[in-house]
Structures are given as structure tokens and as C-alpha cells.
């Protein structure tokens, strides 16, 4: 709606990851080093962690892409998003993720034929990587399971790498008594934090730049800058959504110089829609819309990553389905505290237009 308005080739702010979007922010560039490190070391496991809308997976997409363009087919990659996975259904989702057959066989077949899948390519020169994704959903046995898929070497040297992302959760995970063989394993770990004050000024403009920015179409104040920060603490995924209503915002109102003031505008709406319709607590438990509306993004988030692996892998699409099934039924569960809230708010309103209407039509005092 406001692409065509500002002069943009695309939506700047979308939330699904995008790799042109990547911003180096130091904690993102020294997770990136931290990647590549491992891509030359070829073994072993890196920690990604951060919390959600850090920017865990638009990191990854960007490293796989660097690996496309550089790497000339030395590297074979793989990237599983995961959910509550048990040990031999991460297996199995381990051997579909590299398009290898897995239905109707016991585990001993599949672990030969991974590991024959993996020597193969030792052969032609090539060296595996697997990257998971939502590791802070996986049981400590299926973490165990990954450690144990690293054993399969060649005169000692690593036939399989694995980089695990996951949320700050994720940390106490590794600290489990039982992960220390897993932990012995970890070469390098990294925590994503938000954005800074400047960065989160940097981030916005590099986006804007990617399709298409003119200062001369659209200009933001330093104050405004200061203020977005301020609304959305930094986090990347909740800049993009902030800045995605403050573009539509100016669309509207044909705003194409934002002050602290716009900002404090469309920050005071979304508020206000906080508070109206959560108004106190929900049956749920009492969780804000604003709470609510962070888990509806991340489950959208993650049913775009179950459709891409859908897409990249037909045959794995009965176990996908079923997560997608799980997800959507997930994504259900944000849904219904929003519609009982909506139902509240609406019975509110009539009755407030009520009121109104009938002090209106009060006679007046005699």
C-alpha cells in the first residue's frame, strides 16, 4: 500500500526472513564470524541463541547464501526446523532434511544409510552441515541423538557439522548434566542481543536503502529515531513491525517527514490497542494482546519455515504436514484470547454508544 507512495521496489519492513535485509549490528556480525569459523573448521557444533526477533534465522539464510556464492558446491546444507522432535523422529527428520529415503524403516537402516549418505560425500570432496533451528524445542534426548550423528568419522576426521540456534532458553538446556558430552562438542557459542540506540537508526536505513530509500521522498528526525528505539527496545523483528505501521501511518496522514511526534502517535495507538482490548485479564491466563500478537508472529514465522522445507523436499511432506497441523493448532491457540477479546471489546463499545445515546436523549432538567 505505501511502497508505491514512498517510491519503494518492495516492502522494507517485512517480518519473514529475508537475506538482502541482513544488518551487521556487532553482535550479528560477531555471530556471522562466529559461523564462518565454523564453516573453515568443518566439525563440532556452534551456539547461536537470542531472543525471539533477534534475528537468528535471517542470520542463517545470509550465511547460506554466502555459502552458495563462495563455496563453490563444497558444501552440502540442510536446515531443519524443529519441534518437539523424540530421538528417533529427529532422526528421521535429520536423513528427509537431506532428501534421502526414510519411511517405512527401523532406525539401524536409517543410520546406515545417513552414514553412508555422509561418506559418499566425504569422497567427492564435500563436507556436510546441518543447521537446526528452535533447538529450545528439542528433548535432551534429541540432542543426544544429534551429538551422536557427529560420531561418524573417516581416518578421525568429522563426516557431519552442526550449527544449533535457539532461544535464550536454549542455554539452560546445554547446562543439563547430561549435555556435557554435547558441550565438549561446542567449539564456539554466541548470544544475539538487541540493537542499540544507533544501530536500531542504522537498521531502519539499511532496510529502507535495499529497496529503493530517497531522502528526498522520506526522512525521519533524529528524534524519531530515538523514539522508535524506544517502543521496540531494539529487537529487530519488533522494529519491523513498529516501522511497518508507522510507514502506513504516513501513508495515511501524507506524512513523509516523520517526527518524534508521528512516532509517539502510532506508539500511543498501538498502546491504546493494548490496553483497550486486553482490558485486564483474558481467559487465557491474562496474556496482553501485545504478548499475544509476539506469539502469532512466531508461529507465522514458523510455519513459513515448515512450507519451505515442504516446498524443497515433496517427499518429507507427511512428517511436515503434521507439524504444520501442530503449528497451526498452535497458532489457533494466539488466536482465540484475540477473538474473545475482540468479542469483549465490541460488547463494551455498544454499551458505552448506549450510554451515550441515552444521556443524548435525557430530557433536561427542569
Known amino acids: ?81 524443529t519441534t518437539q522432535l523424540e530421538a528417533d523422529e529427529m532422526l528421521r527428520s535429520v536423513v528427509a532434511a537431506f532428501g534421502l529415503p526414510y519411511e517405512e524403516v527401523g532406525k539401524a537402516v536409517l543410520l546406515k544409510r545417513f552414514e553412508d549418505f555422509l561418506r559418499e560425500q566425504a569422497q567427492q570432496g564435500r563436507r556436510v552441515l546441518l543447521v537446526v533451528d528452535e533447538a529450545q524445542n528439542l528433548p535432551v534426548q534429541s540432542l543426544e541423538e544429534l551429538r551422536m550423528l557427529s560420531n561418524f568419522q573417516i581416518a578421525e576426521a568429522p563426516l557431519l557439522q552442526s550449527f544449533l540456534l535457539g532461544q535464550d532458553e536454549f542455554r539452560e538446556t546445554l547446562q543439563d548434566p547430561s549435555m556435557e558430552q554435547l558441550r565438549q562438542r561446542v567449539i564456539a557459542s554466541c548470544h544475539l542481543t538487541p540493537l542499540s540506540d544507533d544501530e536500531t537508526r542504522d537498521y531502519i536505513e539499511h532496510r529502507l536503502q535495499v529497496v529503493g530509500w530517497r531522502r528526498d521522498e522520506l526522512c525521519f528526525s533524529n528524534d524519531a529515531y530515538t523514539a522508535i528505539y524506544r517502543y521496540t527496545d531494539g529487537i529487530p523483528r519488533r522494529v519491523n513491525a513498529f516501522c511497518d505501521r508507522l510507514l502506513l501511518y504516513g501513508f495515511l496522514e501524507e506524512v513523509r517527514e516523520f517526527s518524534a511526534e508521528a512516532v509517539n502517535t502510532v506508539g500511543q495507538e498501538l498502546a491504546q490497542d493494548d490496553q483497550v482490548v486486553s482490558g485486564g485479564r483474558t481467559a487465557r491466563g491474562g496474556r496482553s494482546i501485545l504478548r499475544v500478537s509476539h506469539a502469532m508472529e512466531q508461529r507465522l514465522v514458523e510455519l513459513e519455515g515448515a512450507l519451505e522445507t515442504v516446498l524443497k523436499y515433496p517427499e518429507w511432506q507427511d512428517i511436515q504436514m503434521d507439524r504444520l497441523e501442530r503449528r497451526i493448532l498452535q497458532l489457533e491457540s494466539a488466536i482465540q484470547p484475540l477473538r474473545h477479546q475482540l468479542v469483549s471489546l465490541d460488547r463494551r463499545l455498544d454499551d458505552l454508544l448506549s450510554d451515550e445515546a441515552t444521556t443524548t436523549n435525557e430530557p433536561p432538567p427542569s
Do not use: C, W
Open 1 to 81: 500500500m505505501y511502497t508505491g507512495y514512498y517510491g519503494f521496489n518492495a516492502k522494507p519492513f517485512q517480518l519473514s526472513p529475508d537475506p538482502r535485509f541482513f544488518f551487521g549490528s556487532r553482535a550479528h556480525n560477531r555471530a556471522l564470524a562466529y559461523l564462518r569459523y565454523g564453516v573453515s573448521q568443518g566439525e563440532g557444533f556452534i551456539v547461536i541463541t537470542g531472543g525471539i526477533g533477534t534475528g537468528k534465522t535471517t542470520l542463517v539464510k545470509n550465511l547460506f547464501d554466502e555459502i552458495r556464492s563462495s563455496q563453490s558446491g563444497q558444501i552440502v546444507a540442510a536446515q531443519l526446523v
